[in-house]
Nanobody, 121 residues
Framework: QVQLVESGGGLVQAGGSLRLSCAAS????????MGWFRQAPGKEREFVAS????????YYADSVKGRFTISRGNAKNTMYLQMNSLKPEDTAVYYC??????????????WGQGTQVTVSS
């Protein structure tokens, strides 16, 4: 059974940092591109960042450029999102996804359950 499990969410003050992790199991994701999306209450799911299977072709949403960094673990079945200079508008449930690269959510094959990130002002 394919599983993507996010961790690392929590409550942080504006200007703080969090590091999200995504662990994939059930198959080898080493050849898969992966991405992060987020969904705030009352809003549609939006693209945050993506990375290809060798750690290249990195894309970011304009809203997080310069503040967030996406990376792959050495085992390639893990992915991270380092989030710095967090803002209250970054508050959302963050989802890990696998199977594509770029901002089109429908192109991804697998999704995690999400981890809550709350940024207080």
């Amino acid at each position: 059974q394919v599983q993507l499990v996010e961790s690392g969410g929590g409550l942080v003050q504006a200007g703080g940092s969090l590091r999200l992790s995504c662990a994939a199991s059930g198959r080898t994701f080493g050849s898969y591109s992966m991405g992060w999306f987020r969904q705030a209450p009352g809003k549609e799911r939006e693209f945050v960042a993506s990375i290809n299977w060798i750690g290249g072709n990195i894309y970011y949403a304009d809203s997080v450029k310069g503040r967030f960094t996406i990376s792959r673990g050495n085992a390639k079945n893990t992915m991270y999102l380092q989030m710095n200079s967090l803002k209250p508008e970054d508050t959302a449930v963050y989802y890990c996804a696998a199977g594509s690269v770029g901002g089109r959510a429908s192109a991804y094959d697998y999704w995690g359950q999400g981890t809550q990130v709350t940024v207080s002002s």
